[in-house]
């Protein structure tokens, strides 16, 4: 018996924004982005869309491909690092408004960037257990509630039309590093047990290391502070993601390269057995060097983070779903995830389509 995915989807907000469309808000410029990251626009969602609304977007096309009807799935699988609530996660939200039955079993993760990596390592194992026959796994992050709308963000998706102030413009600008490499979005895979061992999931590395945690974090907003969240962490935009993007990288060109090829050993494989390999999509430039330290050719390397940007725990089932659909992805190719994200957590996981 393996676990195998037999649908997938993903869901897109309605506002396309360009490189040129936050120029009008900040210092910056079509060829600043692009050159740092390789990013040409992004997808934001609407004001109250929020990352469960994208995430079942996303399921009703996982399930729709997989032929599967909500009272066929066991179990839910839900990462995001941005939850409609505090507490719960987002489990609960979508088991609701989509009418899942309570016998529906929701599991809620938070390893944001790598979220999607441990989701299906945890679909895996919990199929592999004999306790669930199928799970609908969703990956899912909106970014935009991270930003100060009240420095005419508006005008990036239309709502105003104005030119914002000096102020506006100087307060936007010296968060323009990271705002500029995230969009919004969703997406979701059916991964069920079939008898067939010809396909379906071959292992998992997974790795954590939180010696490195303030690399990538949010400074703000954490039950260590009395009270959890004040005027002042707002004014002084700590609840704005804070991230060394040198050290990120560097990060990122070390260890997504050796989980690949750990977890290729591990299951009697070698890097050059992979037909395409799905790397997290932060950064056109981390995508090229993996693939460059891989020894892999850039056709085996799929991207398309200039389109989306980075959609966090979104990234890995969107690229996956769009490989699908275009035929990149054919039965019995050899597909290998890598991801690493805030925690530090990083892996790889290695599945025969």
Request: aromatic residues 8%; charged residues 20%.
């Amino acid at each position: 018996m393996k676990s195998v995915i037999t649908g997938s989807g993903i869901g897109i907000p309605k506002n396309l924004v360009t490189n040129e469309k936050l120029a009008r808000i900040m210092d910056t410029t079509d060829e600043w982005i692009r050159t740092r990251s390789g990013i040409a626009q992004r997808f934001y969602a609407d004001p109250g869309q929020s990352s469960a609304d994208l995430g079942m977007m996303a399921a009703e096309g996982a399930l729709q491909t997989a032929g599967r009807s909500r009272e066929e799935i066991d179990a839910l699988v839900f990462a995001t690092m941005s939850p409609d609530y505090f507490f719960p996660g987002n489990g609960p939200v979508v088991q609701a408004k989509m009418g899942f039955p309570e016998s529906l079993a929701a599991f809620d993760i938070r390893q944001q960037c790598s979220g999607f990596l441990f989701g299906l390592d945890l679909a895996d194992s919990l199929i592999l257990s004999g306790k669930y026959k199928r799970i609908l796994l969703i990956g899912a992050d909106v970014h935009t509630p991270f930003m100060p709308w009240q420095n005419g963000w508006a005008t990036t998706i239309g709502l105003e039309d104005r030119e914002v102030t000096a102020a506006e413009r100087e307060a936007n600008t010296k968060i323009r590093d990271r705002v500029v490499l995230f969009g919004d979005g969703a997406g979701a895979v059916v991964v069920e047990a079939v008898d067939d061992d010809s396909r379906g999931f071959l292992g998992s590395k997974l790795y954590t290391n939180g010696s490195n945690l303030e690399a990538l974090y949010t400074r703000g907003v954490g039950f260590r502070l009395r009270p959890f969240v004040t005027h002042q962490q707002i004014d002084d935009s700590d609840i704005i993601p804070d991230m060394d993007g040198r050290e990120v990288f560097r990060q990122a060109l070390s260890k997504m390269p050796e989980a690949v090829r750990e977890v290729c050993a591990a299951a009697g494989k070698s890097v050059s057995d992979i037909d395409i390999l799905l790397v997290h999509q932060a950064n056109l430039r981390i995508v090229e060097g993996v693939a460059k330290q891989l020894g892999m050719s850039q056709d085996r390397v799929p991207h398309n983070i200039e389109r989306y940007a980075n959609t966090t725990a979104g990234t890995l089932p969107i690229l996956y779903h769009e490989c699908v659909t275009e035929g990149r992805i054919k039965p019995g190719m050899l597909v290998c995830f890598t991801a690493l994200g805030s925690g530090l957590h990083w892996g790889a996981a290695l599945y025969r389509a």
